[in-house]
């Protein structure tokens, strides 16, 4: 049995054919080019080689040459790519920066097709931001914290005595997106991770990732001295636990040269830190960077805090953070969220943003969807993150972290769609002012296309026919319809992808409506007697019979007041301020007029509705692509549109059917009627833990 196994296995490899599971993500390129690739360089390295066998593998065009040379317009991750005479010439001053352009190369080749390389040169590329940091919420356990993807990467149990394929797997992929750091443990730090028999582990991952120029950081806990070093405190001003800090990180540096340093979740959701012993984040961050100074280490010391008796928790970490401007040392940078609250479907920007002027800063996304239908919903992120970098400006910030979705899962990511967000996440790491729909289209041409279209799509027996696939039991999807350009449609359906998710979860400025502890569908009515209020949607929403929303306005908390004087006004007046915002900064009358002349309730309804359509749409549009993707992912993707269809349908019906009981008001004609009774959605009670998707057998017994 295994022999033929293997036989059909090579015969599939020799043949170019892959099963399309999404296990190579978009890195799909044949490996037979044979390409003349040569190397100009004073001493060659591991990653060179990298570059090298990259190109060679490939690269079907003219020659090229990799040269490393000074070059005082670039940095040793930027790259120039030229047209020589009969060849091609990429070069930087860093080795980083060649295995780069080697990707951009490919990235080319795999997008405009090989032909069209040409006129597409010179390319000049240096990255926005010199630090672009993945943030792994993993556990030693293997669980991952708002993990969608199976378990965590990182085998500790075997490390450091075998090596997954998968980590060299994970650092090309990052490599080839320009992702060069990587946090591999929970801010909810186990203190564990610093033992000696763990940096060893750690000390292995750094090995394998270094040469695609991916550095390793570690998530500390702030009392690690104590718990590890049996010191009776972890006082930042102790003699004792300053020098327990500099033991460690020699101790660290002496395994990994290059190890880039500790992030760090302090006096947050529990977890220990300096206000522990009445210091200030900015003493704690400190006691750490001088630590990892000598060796060039960085701390990137989390702004996500609120204390529980703040009366508006988006007012929190500017709060505790903004009187500290200027304290922090140079190598430490202060790690924000995009949003003030917690990665919701939308946020304003957090006001920290622009107003820490002596202090570095970093933005925190959340590339797993822990707020997003997790595994389950199809949502491209980029223009979610474009939307924040829209208002701040990417000078401001010295790095951009994402929060990752990756696991064990065979696509790395749970849904096909969520190697998008990994992807534009790097993308945009790299080059913040590039469109959503241009990474959206790199990304799908790579992906699921061969040579820059769809039509090509390999990987399955009946590669190339149209129509007739068997992903409904033998019967295609739909018949007649074509689609003039697929990539493009497929594009659209990502970009409004977003939108559609505030659309049918939370409109019109609306957050946090999510179920308890999990966070998969709708709970506004949630009340769990004793718990923080501000881990309760009715905080948020603040639906009664005198309106709906928060008054985050002058007249309210005032948290409006931290942003700058221009957008504070206008978004203190509900007649100014977008009406994607409106309820995060407004208490307003149901029947209060909007700028589209309908009541709020009518809009809110509108809008609902309008999300569940969309899913809708992306279902129909999806069916007709079907003769341009392959079978597998075709039929994974349309069984994933099916529930968050359904779901859609439950967050219109629970939201609609509970603020109803608030507004009174009748939903307009023209709005889809409920198909749920409210009694009956409030008694869902997914089984599942923080770390889980529900499945859709689970989704369809209890929802
Ligand atoms: O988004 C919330 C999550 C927690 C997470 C926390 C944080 C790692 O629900 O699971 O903990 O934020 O960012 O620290």
Known sequence: MRLIATLLCTTLLTLG?????????????????MATVTLSAPRTSHTLELALKELHQAWKGAPVTLRVKKDKTLTTDGFRIVATDGGIEITSPGHTGILYGAYHLL????????????????????????????????????????????????????????I???????????????????????????????????????????????????????????ASPMVLGGLATADPLDKNVIRWWKAKVKEIYALIPDFGGFLVKANSEGQPGPCDYSRTHAEGANLLADALQPYKGIVMWRAFVYSADDADRAKQAYEEFQPLDGQFRDNVVIQVKNGPIDFQPREPYSPLFGTMEHTQ????????????????????????????????????????????????????????????????????????????????????????????????????????????RTAGGGCAATGTTTIDNPVATLVQLM?????????????????????????????????????????????????????????????????????????????????????????????????????????????????????????????????????????????????????????????????LLYFRQFSCMPLPSGIERPIHELDALERVQLPVNNFECPSREMLDKYR
């Open 17 to 33: 054919l892959h099963a399309e599971d999404g296990s190579r993500l978009w890195l799909r390129q044949e490996t037979d080019a």
């Open 107 to 162: 990235r080319l080749q795999a997008t405009v097709g090989v032909e069209a390389v040409m006129a597409q040169l010179p390319v000049e590329e240096n990255p926005t931001y010199a630090l672009r940091i993945l943030n792994h919420w993993d556990n030693m356990d293997r669980t991952v914290e708002r993990g969608y993807a199976g378990r965590s990467l990182w085998a500790w149990d075997e490390l450091p005595g075998t």
């Open 164 to 222: 997954d394929d998968r980590y060299e797997a994970y650092a090309r992929a990052n490599a080839s997106i320009g992702i060069n750091g990587t946090v591999l443990n929970n801010v909810n730090a186990s203190p564990q991770i610093l033992t000696a028999e763990n940096l060893q582990k750690v000390k292995a991952l750094a090995d394998v990732f270094r040469p695609y120029g991916l550095r390793v950081y570690l998530s500390v806990n702030f």
């Open 361 to 468: 800063l970093m933005a925190e996304f959340q590339i797993t969807q822990e707020y997003l239908g997790q595994a389950n919903h199809l949502v491209y992120l980029a223009p979610l993150w474009k939307e924040f970098f829209e208002m701040v400006p990417a000078t401001s910030l010295k790095a951009v972290a994402g929060v990752a979705n990756t696991g064990t899962d065979i696509n790395w990511c749970g849904h096909h769609f969520a190697q998008a967000n990994w992807y534009a996440f790097g993308r945009l790491a790299w080059n913040p002012a590039l469109p959503s729909e241009a990474i959206a289209e790199e990304w799908i041409k790579q992906t699921f296309g061969k040579g820059g279209d769809l039509q090509a799509a390999s990987g399955t027996a009946d590669n190339g026919t149209t129509g007739n």
């Open 495 to 655: 970009i409004e992808s977003r939108e559609a998710v505030v659309n049918y979860m939370m409109p019109l400025g609306l957050h946090h409506i999510f179920a308890w502890g999990h966070h998969y569908g709708p709970q506004p009515w949630c009340d769990i007697p004793g718990a923080r209020p501000d881990w309760l949607p009715p905080y948020y929403h603040k639906a009664a019979k005198d309106g709906i929303g928060f008054d985050r306005t002058t007249q309210g908390s005032n948290y409006v007041s931290q942003y700058p004087e221009a957008l504070a006004t206008l978004y203190n007046d509900a007649t100014t301020c977008p009406d994607a915002y409106l309820l995060w900064f407004h208490h307003l009358p149901w029947n209060y007029t909007m700028k589209s002349g309908r009541t709020l309730w009518d809009e809110l309804c509108l809008h609902y509705d309008t999300g569940v359509r969309q899913v809708r749409s992306f279902q129909q549009t999806w069916d007709a692509l079907e003769p341009y993707i392959d079978r597998e992912r075709f039929a994974a993707v349309q069984s994933a549109l099916k529930v968050q269809a359904r779901d859609a349908v439950w967050w219109k019906d629970a939201c």
